[in-house]
Structure formats: structure tokens, C-alpha cells
């Protein structure tokens, strides 16, 4: 290992573990690319090493004791710098977070500052920490709980908010005195990055966040598999939470924020106009790249015509670019991969159901440098289809004709994952129904699929989920405390 004497320098950017920012074991490096413009070198970064790793495990178990017992106040206070900091350079790693994952430049500016936003939300609710007290027959006995730190917590994060998951994960590990290993994807490791800086700038003891950099398969088993690592939080794709959430010892805890398939369900009497939009925008914001993304809408045979017509007019005017470019709607597909699997899908899509619109590559000018690709709308979709039962993550609708709430809600149904739903109608009845029926951890009525609050729980139910501890809010910090019953007489 050789020691960097800064967390960055000429474009290279180093892992920090145990308080010091260090180039990888292996001297080897991977590119962080744009993916609107591969030309641009985002940054180089640590391809680490298995010996790497099972340092960054090695400070973090070395740094619980000190850091449990750090006055809870303190802890608060480097968080609340923390988001200052990220506050106070909002448009720089705004413009950094569009350069690596290619979202629009008002969309990262919004991830930043929300990703501030709960470091200062932890900051105060991690302080309202409580226990409960038992009635007994002993007049001197008290009976109470405490809750305490696990001890060494692992955070591994995905491209597509590669900061606002890492500060909800990190945020609550931290301010209930756990120590973290942190590795963002390789795919977009710069917005992660500006997360531990501000973090380690903020005043966080040696050893207690490590930041690390590089791929699964040299790096995973290090940072998840060792029994001293007492919890996983994990978000990313079913098949690699499901294997990570198999492989770790019984007394680990893991938390597995996976994939979706999300139905939008459009009744008659909704207002088809603003059903077109909650498509649109659960849909194909972010180029179709989020999790909780709308991917399937059943609609009601009586209004597909019409509900159809609305929504390729809006998709049709939806404007694709680089995502610094001001007014741009859509970005780039975040990776070369990306960009593979999106097109087989049109392709497959395309043998199985009626194609209406898009699917193709862009090409000339700036396009012929990023991964840009027209959102594509299929319909005539039915269930047995590829493109209504698999995860694609990215901008392509399926439109699937039902007959009455009933069979929207089996179809809905009728999936392995259960993220997020969202239903558009006039009805309270069917408001309330929905939000019974549907096997979807988070349920919306009239408003897109994607989105959620800092200060609300959030996690899937079936495989987008291990269904354990929901992320964010106030239950976010139960994740990351154990429960002690004491009995103290005298
Ligand atoms: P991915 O599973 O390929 O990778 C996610 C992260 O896990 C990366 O950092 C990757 O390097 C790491 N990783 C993969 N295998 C690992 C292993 N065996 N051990 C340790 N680390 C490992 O997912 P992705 O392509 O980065 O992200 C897209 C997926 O994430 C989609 O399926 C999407 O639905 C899901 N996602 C879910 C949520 C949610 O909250 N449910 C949010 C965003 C994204």
C-alpha cells in the first residue's frame, strides 16, 4: 500500500481507511467514465485488493469501542458539519454526480442537498433514541431496555443515487455509534467519495467511516463474509443482495434494498391526462434508472386508446441530452451495460408485443459519445411476456389491458417483487382498497411510483427486500441498534 497524501490528487482519488487517505495495495486504478460523453475521465480510482479491504474491516472493528462511547452530541455535531459541507458545495458536486451517472443537473443538485437533509435529520432523530420500562412484582427491580451499536457495519451502494443511499445508510449507522465500510459502485464511486470527505473533514475519528473503491469480486467477501462485520445494508440488483444476504455468517445482520417491477394502475375514471404524467415521470425520470420506476401500467381496456394517445405525446416530447445541458429531460443510460440490456429488452419486447415508440439509439453529434437511447413504449403486453416480468432498469413502458380493479390487482400482483405501486382514480374506495391489495412496500394514489421522504420508512416486500429492517426515517436506526433487557435491583 502506498500512502496518498491527499484524498485526491491529479485525478486520482483514494480509499480512506483508518483516517488516512491511501492508494490501493495493488497500484491498480478503473476509470470513472461520463457516460454522456465517454471521452471524460470523471476520475481514476483505488481498484483495492482483498488486503485492502480486510484493513478497512480491521480499522472499523478497531474504532468501535472509542467511537459507542463518543458523547452522542458529538456525534451529531460532525454529521451536522458533514451537510454543511455538502450544502456549502452543492453545485460543484451537483455537476460531478451529473458528469458520473448522467442524470440531469437540477435532479443531482436535488440528490446533494437532500443527502445533506439526512445527515441533518439523523443528527436530531438519532438523539431521540429510546428504551421501554417494565412493571414487575419486585418493588426493587427496575426493568428497561437499551439499545446499543451493533459494531462494524457494512454499506455497499449502487450507481443510480450514488450519494442520498450511502447518507441514508451511513447517516443512522454513525449517529447510533456504529463504525462503517462504505464501497459505492464502481459505476459512479466520485458522489461517494464527496460523502466520506465531507464526513472525514467534519471531524470523524481514524477507522470510524472507511471508504473504499473496486469490484465485487476482489472486494466483496473481504468487507460482507467476516463475523466481526455485524450488519450488511445493501442496494442493487435481487441477484446480488440474495447472494450476499446468503453468504454472511448467521450472526449478521443484512438489510437488502433490491429490485422492482412497479405497476402503475390507471382506472376509468381517472383524469387520464395526469395519469399520462405519473407514468412519464415514475417512468422514465432518470432515464427509467430507479428502483421504485414505473414499468408497467395497466390500464383499463375501456380508456387504453385514449390514455395511449396522451402519454406518446408526452413522451415524444421529452427532450434526451447530456444532463448539464440546461432543459434536458433525460440523460444518458448510466453505463455501457446499461445501454445493452435496455436494448435487448426493445428487441425482445418488440418480438413479443406491439411497439408504439422508441427503443432506438440516439446517434450524430453528442450522441454518437454517450449512451443515449429514445424511451420506448410497447402495449398489448401480457403477462407471460419478458418485458411485464423483469426487471429492465431503464426508459421502457409496458401497457397491459385489465378488465376492472380485480384483474388489475392479481396482474399488478403477479410479480416476484413488490417495491413500490402507485394507482391513479377519483374513488376513495379504491384508494382504500389498493392500499390493502397491493403487495407493494411503498403504495401511491395519485402520485408517481418513485419518490419517498427522508422521514418515512422505505423497503419493498418479496425479492425487493429481505423484508427485515426498512430504511430510512425513524426505523432507519433500528436496523443498526441491538436490544438489551435489564434488570436492575438493588
Ligand atoms: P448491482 O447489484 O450490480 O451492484 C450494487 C452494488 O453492489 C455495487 O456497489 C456492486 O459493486 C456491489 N456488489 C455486487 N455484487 C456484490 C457482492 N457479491 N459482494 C459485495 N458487493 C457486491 O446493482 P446496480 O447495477 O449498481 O444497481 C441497479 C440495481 O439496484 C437495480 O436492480 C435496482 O432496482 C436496484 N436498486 C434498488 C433500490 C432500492 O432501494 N430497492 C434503489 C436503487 C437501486
Known sequence: MTDATSPCADGVFANLIDGAWV??????LFADINPADTTDVVGQFQASSKEDAERA??????????????????RARILTRAADHLEANAGRFAEELTREEGKPLPQSRDEVLRSAQTLRFYAVEGQSLTGETFVNDDPDMDVFTVREPLGVCTVITPWN????????????????????????????????FRLAEALAAAGLPKGVLNFITGSAGAIGAA???????????????????????????????????????????????????????????????LSGQACTGTSRILVMASVRDAFTDRLLEKVRAL?????????????????????????????????????????DCLSGDEYDRGYYVTPAVFTDVTQDMRIAREEIFGPVLAIIAVDGYADAIAKANDTDYGLAAAIATRDPRLMHAFARDIQAGTVKINRTTTGNLIN???GGLKRSSTSTFRESGRTGLDFYTQTKTVYRGC
Open 319 to 359: 427532450k434526451i441530452g447530456n444532463g448539464l445541458t440546461p432543459g434536458v429531460d433525460l440523460g444518458p443510460l448510466a453505463t455501457a451495460g446499461q445501454l445493452d440490456t435496455v436494448l435487448s429488452y426493445v428487441a425482445q419486447g418488440k418480438r413479443e408485443a406491439t411497439h408504439l415508440y422508441g427503443g
Open 456 to 458: 418515512a420508512p422505505f
Open 57 to 74: 474491516v480491521a480499522a472499523a472493528a478497531a474504532a468501535f469501542e472509542g467511537w459507542r462511547r463518543t458523547p452522542i452530541t458529538t
Open 223 to 285: 468487507i460482507t463474509e467476516p463475523a466481526v462485520v455485524r450488519a450488511v445494508s445493501f442496494t442493487g440488483s435481487t441477484r446480488a443482495g440474495e447472494h450476499i444476504h446468503r453468504a454472511v455468517p448467521f450472526t449478521t445482520r443484512t438489510q437488502m434494498e433490491l429490485g422492482g417491477k412497479n405497476p402503475l394502475i390507471v382506472m376509468e375514471d381517472a383524469d387520464l391526462d395526469k395519469a399520462a404524467d405519473l407514468a412519464v415521470k415514475g417512468g422514465l425520470s
Open 161 to 192: 443515487f450514488p450519494i442520498s443511499i450511502p447518507a441514508r445508510k451511513i447517516a443512522p449507522a454513525l449517529i447510533t455509534g456504529n463504525t462503517v465500510v462504505f464501497k459505492p459502485s464502481s459505476d459512479a464511486p466520485l458522489s461517494g
Open 23 to 28: 492508494r490501493s495495495s495493488t497500484g491498480d
